[in-house]
């Protein structure tokens, strides 16, 4: 007689290791009772093995994520401020993809608390004729597929930003770690601006408020651009030529609105202040913003106030400080009319359920 005990997890589409731990066999002996297969002088099968985690279904995590960031070395010495705010050395890997070298190019990262230095390959072999644009958007478009070609082990995501753009790191694994790396997804969000929509497209991840690229569609998309690069010389930038190649590869964004691509100049407390229930992952096009907190001068430095949190001597009267790892659940967010109203800017809540203080 043969018994079979079968878990009531097992799914055919395991692995075979899995469905190896999902069964266990009791072969019973011939012309012997069922109490004496019961009996305690029975030798007693092992115990079931529990499945173990691999490392591609672990939550995702930083660790998981790599950067691209494609940069300029004639704004460089400005821009590299905006990195340092939000880099997180030996917590991140990413690389900033420049046009040549730079003084950080050759000091190791760890110095600088700047992600490491890369030189984008020769573009010069892709066509470029669009009349009014730069040929730095060909060896910016690549970032991806060069970044994905070193070959990092455990990467999920490739993640698409630039020089000036300020990610918010946890809101950004928060929103990658509900979507599956193993499907190919282009993640990002269109432009606030109707005209640069127009211009473009409604369906593009504008490059500068960033986007995600799924390391399924990093790996058809490194595949497949350089041909798809030779066949669009009349774009104008680097993520329309992206979106191209997407189009091609039958793969629409799926947009996030936590992405900002901030073609907007001045105050841009409207846009904040009304922003969806939904966490901010990026912020873009800052040097033609007013400072977050008008009271501080300098742009990074507002930044900087943004990610510290306020201190104890700032929190208005009746209202919970917010400590320096805030930015883990919520950002503070100011503007000038604001602060004629308040010692301390409006704050919202970055899980996506209320405002401070809201019943």
Same mark, same amino acid.
């Given at each position: 007689?043969?018994i079979?005990?079968?878990?009531?997890?097992?799914?055919?589409?395991?692995?075979?290791?899995s469905?190896a731990?999902?069964?266990?066999f009791?072969?019973?002996?011939?012309?012997?009772?069922?109490?004496?297969?019961?009996?305690?002088?029975?030798?007693?099968?092992?115990?079931?093995?529990?499945?173990v985690?691999?490392?591609?279904?672990?939550?995702? $995590?930083?660790?998981?994520?790599?950067? #691209?960031?494609?940069?300029?070395?004639?704004?460089?010495?400005?821009?590299?401020?905006?990195?340092?705010?939000?880099?997180?050395?030996?917590? =991140?890997r #990413?690389f900033v993809?420049?046009?040549?070298?730079?003084?950080? @190019?050759?000091?190791?990262?760890?110095?600088? #608390?700047?992600?490491?230095?890369?030189?984008?390959?020769?573009?010069?072999?892709? &066509?470029?004729?669009?009349?009014? #644009?730069?040929?730095?958007?060909?060896?910016?478009?690549?970032?991806v597929?060069e970044?994905?070609?070193?070959?990092?082990?455990?990467?999920?995501?490739? +993640?698409? $930003?630039?020089?000036?753009?300020v990610f918010?790191?946890?809101?950004?694994? %928060?929103?990658?770690?509900?979507?599956? %790396?193993?499907?190919?997804?282009y993640? /990002?969000?269109?432009?606030?601006?109707?005209?640069?929509?127009?211009?473009?497209?409604?369906? =593009?991840?504008?490059?500068?408020?960033?986007?995600?690229?799924?390391?399924?569609?990093?790996?058809?998309?490194?595949?497949?651009?350089? $041909?798809?690069?030779?066949?669009?010389?009349?774009?104008?930038?680097? !993520?329309?030529?992206?979106?191209?190649? =997407?189009?091609?590869?039958?793969?629409?964004?799926?947009?996030?609105?936590?992405?900002?691509?901030?073609?907007?100049? /001045?105050?841009?407390?409207?846009?904040?202040?009304? %922003?969806?229930?939904?966490?901010?992952?990026?912020?873009? %096009?800052?040097?033609?913003?007013?400072?977050?907190?008008?009271?501080? &001068?300098?742009?990074? !430095?507002?930044?900087r106030?943004? @990610? !510290?949190?306020?201190? &104890?001597?700032?929190?208005?009267? $009746?209202?919970?400080? +917010?400590?320096?790892?805030?930015?883990?659940r919520?950002?503070?967010? /100011?503007?000038?009319?604001?602060?004629?109203?308040?010692?301390?800017?409006?704050m919202?809540?970055?899980?996506?359920?209320?405002?401070?203080?809201?019943?």
């Open positions: 007689m043969l079979i005990a079968t878990s009531p997890f097992y799914n055919p589409r395991c692995s075979l290791e469905n731990a999902m069964a266990r009791v072969v019973a002996t011939p012309n012997t009772s069922s109490s004496s297969v019961l009996n305690n002088s029975a030798p007693h099968p092992p115990p079931p093995i529990r499945p985690l691999s490392a591609d279904v672990a939550p995702t $995590g930083l660790r998981h994520i790599v950067f #691209g960031i494609g940069a300029s070395s004639a704004l460089w010495k400005s821009r590299k401020e905006y990195i340092k705010l939000w880099w997180r050395a030996g917590r =991140m #990413g993809w420049m046009d040549k070298p730079v003084e950080e @190019f050759y000091s190791k990262s760890s110095r600088t #608390g700047l992600p490491p230095i890369m030189v984008s390959s020769d573009t010069s072999k892709f &066509p470029y004729t669009h009349g009014a #644009g730069s040929r730095s958007a060909l060896r910016i478009s690549r970032v597929s970044t994905f070609r070193l070959g990092l082990p455990g990467v999920r995501w490739f +993640v698409m $930003g630039d020089d000036d753009t918010l790191p946890e809101n950004l694994v %928060h929103v990658l770690s509900q979507y599956d %790396h193993r499907q190919p997804y993640i /990002g969000s269109p432009s606030e601006s109707h005209i640069q929509n127009l211009i473009f497209s409604y369906g =593009m991840a504008f490059g500068g408020g960033g986007f995600a690229i799924s390391r399924a569609l990093a790996e058809e998309l490194a595949k497949m651009q350089d $041909g798809c690069l030779h066949r669009y010389p009349a774009l104008y930038g680097s !993520d329309d030529r992206i979106h191209a190649c =997407m189009s091609e590869l039958g793969v629409p964004v799926t947009r996030h609105p936590g992405f900002h691509q901030c073609d907007l100049w /001045g105050d841009v407390l409207g846009l904040l202040g009304a %922003h969806p229930v939904a966490p901010l992952v990026t912020l873009h %096009h800052l040097d033609f913003l007013d400072p977050v907190f008008p009271t501080t &001068p300098s742009r990074a !430095d507002a930044l106030k943004l @990610f !510290d949190g306020p201190s &104890p001597q700032e929190g208005e009267s $009746g209202m919970a400080t +917010v400590p320096t790892s805030s930015l883990t919520m950002l503070q967010l /100011g503007a000038s009319s604001i602060f004629r109203l308040t010692e301390w800017p409006l919202v809540d970055l899980t996506g359920h209320r405002s401070i203080g809201e019943a």
